[in-house]
């Protein structure tokens, strides 16, 4: 690693040794861990929505080199030092190739396999562990749709059920199938949702008859491994497998929201969701999926705070190997910092990821110490105007464009789906689905009647389809229209619906 000059670092040594003196006055450490001779501060903890779990403000991603591990690093290692960081949030995944086995390699040193001797079950009960599946069909076979990916890891496709029990034999059991009794994890996601067509998919089975003979959806199934319920038919032994549902996204905003839209069933407890410096440079999550989930009481986990290293040392495309592994802590011209604190003090953000490439004795050169004490910051601790200085920051790596991974912005649009329906006392109503927002957040709708304003309804998230917004007509004669209007007064009007 390159020696640089202190202030670009994220604490001075002084600092550093500072807060580690007042750390080692009575802060307990994490059960089970020892913490060698360094004495961290009690890491900061947010609620996880209504899992009601209190998650550290910085989760272990599983990507970085637990993913792709160069020859000198040891990646049991990482997690190892984040258990002693006394962080409890960590996310993996069926398709980050060995980054599961590397977790079950360090749970067996940290005494987190349920059956073997010594199981630490105060330990396991004090994380919360994540995985992902990108299949987004119940099991094998399952059909080709366009406009649907289904990412796997291993040989046969087995479904989403498969990829469950693949990550409890990697990280739990044998590696070859088993898993102990008593193994579990508390999330897991269907990962990289980027289209309508692939929500679709996921929902089926829920929305109309299930057909047990052909396929269905992977939400349908995970819902039977959450209650111990065999609806399916693909849970044949009641098991409990997992505690919670989620979902990921990289893409696209719109998508996303409908996916929590749709789930009339309580089943999406989280949602993991690229946020950083630049999000407002593209279709933003900020301002569309974050505050929908938000308004479901959702967890919400950011993800790409350093766009997945093209804030540094690569091009803006997805890694693919060990030489990809941003493996410094910042740069002299973008440190690192002020891109973790931004991602924290996004208004509905509970805790983010950060894979990690490289850990170091030295604190000032490793990147989970650096990261873990750049965490460590309220939700409200910058103000509106420092938060716009920090997307300035953004600028600096490929004039902002960094996030290869997000749909492109197209501002403000309409409210969507303007249609006119009827009220509980049946009187004539317009009805329409909320617009997205560009940089700005969205503030109200403006309801026209032959191109005059006749009333200003607030916006809120819409966290259902089948809440719309709605205006009762008095007057239900003439031409109608609704406008959106944004923090900055953008307007965007639908098209006219013509009543008489």
């Not at 849970?235 to 929590?260: D, Q, T, V």
């Amino acid at each position: 690693m390159e020696k640089r000059d202190n202030k670009s670092r994220l604490l001075t040594r002084r600092e550093f040794m500072k807060l580690s003196a007042a750390a080692a006055a009575g802060v307990a450490v994490m059960p089970g861990v020892a913490s060698g001779n360094v004495a961290f501060p009690a890491p900061m903890k947010r609620r996880f929505g209504r899992t009601g779990f209190e998650v550290t403000t910085l989760g272990l991603g599983g990507q970085g080199s637990i993913q792709w591990t160069p020859d000198d690093v040891d990646p049991v290692a990482i997690i190892l030092k984040a258990f002693e960081l006394k962080v409890n949030y960590f996310d993996t995944s069926n398709v980050y190739g060995p980054s599961q086995v590397n977790f079950g390699q360090a749970f067996r040193k940290l005494n987190l396999v349920p059956g073997r001797d010594g199981y630490d079950e105060t330990l396991r009960s004090s994380i919360f562990l994540t995985t992902k599946t990108m299949i987004r069909w119940a099991k094998g076979g399952f059909p080709r749709v366009d406009g649907v990916r289904n990412g796997t890891n291993g040989d046969p496709e087995e479904g989403a059920v498969g990829d469950v029990k693949r990550a409890l034999t990697q990280m739990f059991g044998d590696g070859k199938g088993g898993y102990p009794d008593g193994a579990y994890l508390d999330m897991v996601m269907i990962h990289n949702l980027t289209s309508f067509e692939e929500v679709d998919v996921v929902y089926r089975g829920l929305e109309g008859d299930l057909d047990k003979d052909g396929n269905f959806g992977a939400l349908i199934a995970l819902r039977d491994f959450r209650d111990g319920t065999n609806i399916t038919g693909l849970n044949p032994g009641n098991e409990k497998l997992i505690r919670h549902i989620g979902f990921s996204g990289h893409y696209s905003a719109p998508a996303m929201m409908e996916m929590i839209q749709r789930d009339k069933y309580g089943l999406l407890d989280g949602m993991l969701v690229s946020i950083n410096v630049n999000d407002r440079k593209y279709l933003n999550m900020q301002h569309n999926v974050i505050p929908v989930a938000k308004a479901k009481d959702i967890g919400v986990v950011g993800m790409k705070v350093f766009a997945d290293g093209a804030m540094y040392d690569k091009e803006a495309r997805w890694s693919r190997a060990p030489e990809d592994v941003v493996r410094r802590v910042g740069t002299d011209h973008l440190p690192s910092k002020p891109l973790i604190e931004y991602v924290l003090t996004t208004p509905g953000v509970d805790t983010l990821i950060i894979g990690i490439g490289h850990i170091d004795e030295d604190p000032l050169k490793c990147q989970l110490v650096q990261n873990f004490y750049a965490s460590q910051i309220a939700p409200g601790a910058l103000s509106d105007r420092r938060r716009r200085e920090l997307e300035k920051l953004g600028d600096r790596s490929h004039d902002g464009q960094t996030n290869y991974f997000q749909l492109a912005d197209q501002g403000l649009t309409p409210p969507r789906n303007l249609r006119p329906g009827r009220d509980a006392s049946n009187r004539i109503t317009l009805v329409w689905d909320t617009a997205y927002a560009g940089s700005e957040p969205i503030e109200s709708y403006e309801v026209l009647r032959n191109g005059a304003v006749v009333a200003t309804i607030p916006h809120s998230p819409q966290a259902s389809l089948d809440e719309p917004f709605h205006h009762r007509l008095d007057d239900p004669a003439g031409s109608f229209a609704v406008r959106s209007v944004d923090a900055a007064g953008n307007r965007k009007k639908s098209d006219e619906v013509t009543l008489s």
